[in-house]
């Protein structure tokens, strides 16, 4: 087992080392730690507080992204560092895989609904956990701030995306399908086999759209400290997907669903706030 460096133990002497993890460390991404759960084993990665500037004024935006809008979150938590996979799900959630690419259990979980997520996931992993974290969804400004890991371009890796960086689908963005030399995969592809965001975070961008906890809240140009979403029926899910166009796995970009929807596009990944 790696050890945290000093500084870090110093720095959040509540939460590190997390009493749930059964591995931690840092590297040149960061604090990590690990959950296991029965033989599979999903890595996290500590998102400190911080500010960003959320949303979009970009040529590309649409009007839900404007404006960009200074956003604080006052509390840290940890992050999966991918989606979950089907593996991770079936080792927390007894039954059948309701993948629609079933073949590799290390791509991501799909077609799970929000409720499947919320009824049957998310407690039966607070209930492994108990009082030592809570377990949730990210809120969609904890998973922009998280996507965008410091940066202020369209990605993370800058303005354009190639598919070797990202996994989209074969619509055009600023003509980019007349460059690739790689076909485009119409399909998952496993968990970080494609580059990490400066975070260590994992097909932020493409792959598969992931729920947020919250619905999509209306934009201003005040500064907002842990804003969130009304609640409802209609949920936020962010980040593009396999079939979608890359402009659509935009930082930015915001997609809402009606959280009983279940699609081969869909999945999740999950946080924890943790409390030791």
């Known amino acids: 087992m790696a050890n945290f460096g000093v500084a870090a133990v110093n720095r959040y002497p509540d939460v590190f080392p997390p009493a749930w993890a059964s591995a931690y460390g840092d590297d040149a991404y960061g604090l990590w730690a690990e959950l296991t759960c029965n033989d599979a084993t999903q890595r996290l990665r500590w998102i400190a507080p911080g500010t960003f500037l959320m949303g979009s004024e970009g040529a590309l935006a649409d009007e839900d992204e404007k404006p960009q809008h200074p956003v604080t979150l006052s509390q840290g938590y940890w992050l999966a560092d991918t989606a979950c996979t089907q593996a991770f799900w079936l080792a927390v959630v007894a039954g059948d895989n309701p993948s629609h690419f079933p073949q590799d259990l290390n791509c991501p979980v799909e077609r799970v609904s929000l409720w499947d997520i919320e009824t049957r996931f998310l407690p039966v992993l607070q209930a492994a956990l108990g009082e030592v974290a809570q377990v949730q969804l990210p809120s969609e400004a904890q998973w922009e701030y998280a996507c965008r890991a410091g940066t202020r371009t369209a990605f993370a890796y800058g303005d354009t995306v190639t598919l070797e960086q990202v996994n989209y689908g074969d619509g055009s963005f600023a003509n980019q399908q007349k460059k690739e030399k790689q076909p485009f995969r119409r399909r998952t592809v496993p968990v970080a086999s494609l580059p990490p965001n400066p975070w260590g975070l ?75």
Do not use: K, Q, T
Not at 227 to 240: D, K, M, N, S, T
Not at 246 to 269: N, P, T, V
């Open 202 to 276: 994992y097909e932020m961008h493409g792959n598969v759209w992931e729920w947020c906890r919250d619905g999509r809240r209306d934009y201003a140009a005040a500064a907002v400290v842990d804003p969130e979403g009304p609640p409802g029926e209609i949920h936020a899910v962010r980040g593009g997907s396999w079939l979608y166009d890359a402009r659509d796995a935009r930082s930015a970009f915001r997609g809402a669903l009606r959280g009983s929807l279940r699609f081969g596009y869909l999945g999740f990944r999950w946080c924890l706030r943790s409390s030791r």
